[in-house]
């Protein structure tokens, strides 16, 4: 399985660009990443995807480099709402079905 | 449309008690995970089904837990007998297959302790 590396915890002000990294070193080609949220006392909530390009959705921006080895996830314009544990997947294919490996996130603060 | 249900939210047992863990998935979705989260840590996956067949069950401990998803709806995670370190959250999640949605919808979880 690939695995991702990402900080512990990270702060940011109310109504700042949250940039979370992840390292992926060990990815193939044809490996997804996935960003997964967990807010206190909730389960996982999906927030993006991508394989190759940079994606963006109504929650979050995903920047991945062009070798694959790390992306960024931006939440553009943080709030308090957004306080969780947010975990960077590398999606495994085992027996055509998706697994989805957590590691164990980082804690984002988001601080008023 | 509802979520993800599962109950009970909270349970406390003691050890070499049986415990049983409800989940109702999303209408239609076919497919049905049960996970493991110790504190401070990421999920980890005990089970999928594919409706009612259950096609990865490699990391459930399987002396003492056993899972099953009658008519492939509903499924019911069971621990017996419970040991102290069996205290986590257990959480379910269904998508709508496997193969073809890249997104799982995670229910609150059961919180449980074991004393």
């Known amino acids: 399985d690939a695995k991702t590396t990402q900080p512990t915890s990270m702060d940011c002000a109310e109504g700042r660009a949250a940039n979370l990294p992840c390292n992926h070193s060990t990815i193939s080609g044809n490996e997804y990443v996935y960003w997964y949220r967990q807010i206190h006392s909730q389960g996982p909530q999906y927030i993006i995807h991508?394989?190759?390009n940079n994606e963006t959705n109504e929650m979050a921006s995903l920047i991945i480099t062009e070798d694959r080895k790390s992306s960024t996830l931006i939440l553009p314009h943080a709030t308090l709402r957004d306080t969780a544990v947010y975990y960077c997947?590398?999606?495994?294919?085992?027996?055509?079905?998706?697994?989805?490996?957590f590691g164990q996130g980082t804690r984002l603060t988001i601080n008023p | 449309e509802a979520g993800v249900v599962q109950s009970p939210r909270y349970k406390i047992i003691e050890k070499k008690q049986p415990v049983a863990f409800w989940c109702n998935p999303i209408?239609?979705?076919?497919?049905l995970y049960w996970y493991r989260q110790n504190l401070g840590q990421g999920p980890e996956l005990l089970i999928r089904?594919?409706?009612?067949?259950?096609?990865?069950d490699s990391q459930l401990p399987k002396d003492r837990f056993s899972a099953e998803r009658l008519k492939g709806v509903d499924s019911t995670l069971k621990i017996q007998p419970a040991e102290l370190g069996d205290s986590a959250v257990y959480l379910c999640?269904?998508?709508?297959?496997?193969?073809?949605?890249?997104?799982?919808?995670f229910g609150p979880g059961t919180r449980l302790t074991v004393t």
């Open positions: 991508g394989l190759k």
């Open positions: 209408s239609g979705h076919n497919t």
């Open positions: 999640a269904s998508s709508p297959g496997a193969a073809l949605s890249y997104e799982q919808y």
């Open positions: 997947i590398v999606r495994v294919l085992i027996q055509g079905a998706q697994k989805l490996v």
């Open positions: 089904y594919e409706n009612e067949e259950a096609v990865d």
